[in-house]
């Protein structure tokens, strides 16, 4: 084994677990990263590529519906609206807030920090009476030694006090524990800093720049007046977007050689696109619901509005549903068939045209009934039994059907033969 070899062994073998948490706190802490700008949750945020993505997911999870439903016991299930849960779910957390700003925020704390808080407060029966969500700033998930149970120490102006888990609806992304989840923000720092840096260059250079982008060229030594005069006039009309076009007054055969700056021999927009992509990449973003339409049809739009449900949401709802289930529901009230559900069916509806065909193939075969597919279309029902009625195609029919008709014209009065 070379002397490279081996000292790459003895740093494999010498860098643990507990070190590669040791980092992650360290960079849980937030500072600079190479590009000499500061990344935290709070900076990212300023960033219009974060921003929006982070915007998409939780205003889309805040619209859904999200309602509590009872199994039946020979299959199917119906909305229990009587639950207490449901109303904290699908109208009022809290006293303050709906349940859109209140999903909002916690998904937006989820996709930026890798975690969202809330107290639960029971009523006097038991059972959740509110909602109340919590920075993630506050809150320090810990196993307590003592017992060995999982507990919450909550920090506000200064003093803490500690939650046991029932009492706080936490879901965390992923993380080196299962108890905690890791910041996206801080462990894709330095791709977000590269973000912020272009940003902030291209900022400057429109805000305080010396957009003449040049140099003067003097025969001899201008006297101290000329020179004077010059340099106050470049620095009070020479920089700044508003004085971009302003022409400059020279004086004793001075000569203006412009020195111009290539955006693309940088390849900065390049780099911005790619950080762009890199980002929307990190929360699951398909890039046209940012803006981008670069590598987007008319024929594959559709498809990756479905993607973005199934890759990019399901995993956060399927999160919120277990531990709503695990949190808000008593363990005889999951025996009974309760739980949470979001309704995706909206998102995945299609246009009218297909969604109507699909509908229709659906009353033809019997599955649904005039009245379903006039909910599901946002319509009102037909009274009477026309609107109950299912309908089967006529040349689709059980065996036990097949067998009791009579031949084709035979006039009706016939055995099957």
Excluded at 388 to 416: D, F, I, R
């Amino acid at each position: 084994m070379g002397v490279l070899s081996r000292l790459i062994s003895a740093k494999s073998e010498a860098y643990t677990m507990d070190d590669f948490h040791r980092q992650v706190v360290e960079r849980a802490r937030g500072g600079q990263v190479h590009s000499g700008v500061k990344v935290n949750e709070e900076s990212a945020m300023r960033f219009i590529t974060v921003y929006s993505c982070v915007r998409v997911l939780a205003e889309t999870m805040g619209t859904l519906p999200l309602g509590v439903y009872k199994k039946r016991p020979g299959g199917g299930s119906d909305q229990a609206a009587d639950h207490p849960v449901h109303d904290l779910l699908y109208s009022l957390p809290n006293d303050e807030m709906t349940t859109v700003t209140w999903r909002e925020q916690q998904l937006g704390s989820q996709a930026l920090a890798g975690n969202c808080y809330s107290v639960i407060t029971l009523d006097g029966r038991g059972r959740p009476a509110d909602l109340y969500p919590i920075p993630w700033t506050m809150v320090e998930p810990f196993r307590d030694l003592s017992d060995g149970k999982i507990k919450y120490r909550i920090t506000d102006r200064g003093k803490q006090e500690v939650y046991p888990a029932s009492a706080i609806f936490h879901v965390p992304g992923l993380g080196f524990d299962g108890i905690m989840g890791y910041s996206p923000i801080r462990m894709a720092a330095e791709s977000i800093g590269v973000g912020l840096a272009a940003a902030e260059f291209a900022a400057r250079f429109y805000g305080q720049g010396m957009n003449v982008g040049g140099v003067i060229e003097v025969q001899e030594e201008l006297s101290e007046v000329a020179y004077n005069r010059l340099r106050d006039d470049l620095e009070a009309r020479g920089s700044g977007l508003a004085n971009s076009w302003r022409p400059l007054l020279l004086e004793e055969g001075s000569k203006f050689s412009r020195i111009p700056m290539s955006f693309n021999d940088a390849q900065f927009i390049e780099n911005r696109k790619f950080t762009r992509d890199e980002i929307c990449g990190l929360f699951r973003v398909p890039p046209h619901m940012i803006a981008n339409l670069e590598r987007s049809t008319n024929n594959n739009i559709e498809h990756q509005a479905i993607e973005f449900v199934q890759y990019s949401l399901m995993p956060y709802l399927v999160a919120w549903e277990k531990t709503i289930n695990w949190k808000l529901f008593t363990a005889a009230e999951r025996r009974a068939g309760y739980y949470a559900k979001f309704n995706v069916s909206g998102l995945l509806r299609g246009d009218y045209k297909s969604r109507q065909e699909g509908l229709a193939q659906m009353r033809q075969n019997g599955v649904i009934n005039a009245n379903k597919w006039l909910e599901i279309e946002d319509m009102n029902p037909i009274d009477g039994p026309e609107g109950e009625a299912y309908l089967v195609n006529g040349n689709m029919v059980s065996p036990t059907a097949a067998a009791g008709q009579t031949k084709p014209n035979s006039g009706g009065g016939g055995e099957s033969k």
